[in-house]
C-alpha cells in the first residue's frame, strides 16, 4: 500500500515535471534546464559515489568529453545533433574505460585527488586542438526551443533515475555497494572489483556526458573553461551527498532542493548569496551528513533525535 | 585420492621480512586441517596467500589440481574457496541478510544471478549459524560474536568446496565457541574441506583431523593433534625454552 503511494506520487510529481514548459515562465524553463542536467550529473555521480564509494571529483570531464564531442560532431562535421550526442557519450565512456583502469587502482583520498586533476589537463589539451576550436572556443548552430531542451534534460534525468533504480535492484548494485563497503571482502566473495568499478565509472561518464550535449546544444558556445568547469564537480557531489548519496531519488530531490535555494538566494540577496548558500550546506553537513534520503528512513524512528545523534556522533 | 588444495614451496616476503617461508602442504577433500603457532607465525598471511587477498613472492598453489597462484581473488571464490577474515570485514551499511546474498550472488561459478534466490539461500546460511533472528538488522548493529556468526555464513553463502576460517571463535565464550563447532562440524559433514586457524586449544583439538604448526613462517611439526601438541619443538614455540 504504502510501495503504491509513493509510486503514484511519483508519476504524479512526474507529469507535473513534464507539464511546466507549458505552464511556466520562459526564465523558469531555463532555470530548469539548468535544474535538470545539474540533477542528471548528480545521479551520475552517485552511481560511481554513492553506490560504488569511489569519491570521483572529475566527473566534469566526461561532461566537457559530451559537450565538445556534440560541438565537434555538429560544427566541424555538419552532422545532426543526436549523432553528436552520441559521439560525445562513445568519447566519454572510452575515456572512462582507459582511465578508469589505472585510476580505479586507487583508493579513497588517492583517488579523488588523481580525479581533480583530469579537468586540468582536459582543458590543456583541448585548448590546443584545431578540431576543438583551440581556446577560442566552438558556435554551435542556433536552435531556439527551450521546450525541447527542458524536455530532453528531463528524459535524460529519468533515464539515469531508472538505471540507479535497477541498479539497486540488481546483482550488479550488490558488487558495488560490496566494494563500497568493505573492497577486500567483496573480492573473496566473488565480486570481480576491477570489472565493476570500470563500469561503474562508465555509466556515470555516460549520463555526465550526455548531459553536457544537451547543454552544448542550448547554450551554443563552449569554450575549455566552460565546457571542463570544475566547479561542477563540487556543485554535484553536494548535491548528491545533500539528498543521500546511494539512495535512488536522493541525488535528484537534492540537486532540486539545493538549486532552488541558490536561484532564490542569488535574486533576493544577490550579494551575499553564496554566504547562505554556504551556510545551508554547513548546517546540513552537522544535522544530516548522510543525507535527506537518510533522514527520511529514520526520522520517524528517532524524531528530532535524529539531529542530535549526528551532532553527537561527530564530536561537534 | 587427490587433495583439494597442494601448497609447494611458498614463500612470501614483506620488504624484506619473511612471513611465510618455504611452505608445502596438502588438504584432503573432506578434510579439516588446523593451522597453529604463535603470534606472527605467519597463518593469517598463509590464508590470505590462499584465498588471492595476496600474491605469493614464490611457490605454487594447486587446487583441485589446478594452479591457482596467478588468479585473482574472485576467480578463487568463483572456483570455490572462501575465507572468512580474522578482523572481521562485514559490510556495514547493509543488513545481515545482504551480507549474506552477497556470496549467493557471486560465490563459486559465478553464483546465483536472482536477486530473490540469492536472498533465500542467504536465510538459509544464517539459519545454519543460527544468526536468521538478525536477518533485517545493520551489520554494524551486531554484537561480537554474532559478527563471527556473519563472517562465517558470509563464506558458506559462496557454497566453497574450500573454507578458510581465520580465527572464527576468537572472543567467544565457552558455550559460544561449542556452538561454532557444531557449526564447523555440520560443514565438514556436508563434504566441505576446512582450513581452520585457531588459538583455542581445545575446539581445535576436537576438531581437527591433523595439525599443523608454523613458526617465524616454518613448518615445524604436522600429524595428528595429540602428538604434535605433545611434540617438544611446539611446546617450545609456544613457552619458550626451557631454561636449564
Known amino acids: 500500500m504504502k510501495r503504491r503511494i509513493a509510486w503514484a506520487a511519483g508519476a504524479v510529481a512526474l507529469v507535473l515535471l513534464v507539464l511546466v514548459p507549458w505552464i511556466a515562465t520562459p526564465t523558469l524553463i531555463q532555470f530548469g534546464i539548468s535544474m535538470l542536467l545539474l540533477a542528471t550529473l548528480a545521479q551520475g555521480w552517485n552511481i560511481i559515489g554513492g553506490y560504488t564509494g569511489y569519491a570521483c571529483f572529475g566527473n566534469s570531464v566526461f561532461y566537457g568529453l559530451g559537450s565538445y564531442g556534440t ?66 572556443g566552438l558556435v554551435l548552430p542556433l536552435l531556439k526551443g527551450d521546450t525541447l531542451f527542458y524536455e530532453l534534460s528531463l528524459g535524460l534525468l529519468v533515464l539515469a533515475t531508472l538505471t540507479v533504480l535497477w541498479i539497486s535492484r540488481s546483482r550488479f548494485g550488490y558488487g558495488l555497494i560490496a566494494i563500497r563497503e568493505s573492497e577486500d571482502a567483496a573480492a573473496v566473495m566473488g565480486v570481480n572489483t576491477t570489472l565493476h568499478k570500470v563500469l561503474a565509472f562508465a555509466l556515470a561518464a555516460f549520463f555526465s556526458a550526455l548531459a553536457g550535449g544537451i547543454h552544448a546544444y542550448w547554450i551554443t558556445f563552449i569554450d575549455p573553461e566552460s565546457a571542463f568547469d570544475i566547479t561542477l564537480n563540487v556543485k554535484m557531489i553536494i548535491m548528491a551527498v545533500f539528498g543521500g548519496p546511494g539512495s535512488i531519488l536522493g541525488p535528484v530531490i537534492g540537486a532540486f532542493l539545493l538549486s532552488a535555494i541558490s536561484e532564490v538566494l542569488s535574486t533576493q540577496v544577490s550579494t551575499v548569496a553564496s554566504l547562505f548558500f554556504g551556510l545551508v550546506i554547513v548546517v546540513a553537513v552537522i544535522f544530516m551528513p548522510r543525507g535527506l534520503a537518510d533522514v527520511a528512513r529514520r526520522f520517524k524512528q528517532y524524531g528530532l533525535r535524529y539531529f542530535g545523534e549526528n551532532v553527537k556522533a561527530h564530536r561537534l | 585420492m587427490m587433495p583439494i588444495l597442494e601448497v609447494r614451496g611458498l614463500s612470501k616476503l614483506f620488504e624484506g621480512l619473511v612471513a611465510v617461508n618455504e611452505l608445502s602442504f596438502e588438504v584432503g577433500e573432506g578434510e579439516i586441517l588446523g593451522l597453529i603457532g604463535p ?13 588471492g587477498t595476496l600474491k605469493p613472492s614464490e611457490g605454487e598453489l594447486l587446487f583441485q589440481g589446478r594452479p591457482i597462484d596467478q588468479l585473482p581473488a574472485y576467480r578463487r571464490a568463483h572456483l570455490g574457496i572462501g575465507r572468512t577474515f580474522q578482523i572481521m570485514k562485514p559490510f556495514p551499511g547493509l543488513s545481515v541478510l545482504d551480507n549474506v546474498a552477497v556470496g549467493a550472488l557471486f560465490g563459486t561459478g559465478g553464483g546465483q544471478r536472482k536477486l530473490n534466490k540469492a536472498r533465500d539461500d542467504a536465510r538459509h546460511w544464517l539459519d545454519f549459524v543460527d544468526l536468521g533472528h538478525r536477518a533485517d538488522q545493520r551489520a554494524d548493529d551486531l554484537g561480537g560474536p554474532d559478527r563471527k556468526r556473519l563472517e562465517l555464513a558470509k563464506a558458506l553463502a559462496l557454497k566453497p568446496k574450500l573454507l578458510l576460517l581465520d580465527e572464527v571463535m576468537a572472543g567467544l565464550n565457552h558455550a559460544e565457541i561449542d556452538e561454532v563447532v557444531d557449526v564447523i562440524k555440520k560443514v565438514r559433514a556436508s563434504g566441505i574441506a576446512i582450513l581452520v586457524i585457531e588459538h583455542v586449544m581445545r575446539a581445535i583439538q576436537s576438531l581437527s583431523d591433523r ?34
Open chain 2, 211 to 244: 595439525l599443523l604448526v608454523l613458526h617465524h613462517g616454518q613448518m615445524i611439526a604436522a600429524g595428528v593433534p595429540d602428538q604434535v601438541l605433545n611434540d617438544p619443538q611446539v611446546v617450545e614455540a609456544y613457552l619458550g625454552r626451557r631454561r636449564a
Open chain 2, 39 to 51: 603470534n606472527g607465525a605467519g597463518k593469517t598471511t598463509v590464508i590470505s596467500l590462499i584465498s
Open chain 1, 71 to 136: 560541438a565537434i560532431a555538429m560544427v566541424q562535421w555538419n552532422l545532426p545533433f543526436g549523432v553528436g550526442l552520441a559521439f560525445g557519450a562513445v568519447l566519454a565512456v572510452v575515456f572512462a574505460f582507459l582511465l578508469g583502469l589505472p585510476v580505479l587502482r586507487l583508493r579513497g583520498h588517492y583517488f579523488a585527488i588523481a580525479t581533480l586533476a583530469l579537468a586540468e589537463v582536459m582543458t590543456a589539451i583541448i585548448s590546443n586542438l584545431d578540431i576543438a576550436g583551440r581556446n577560442i
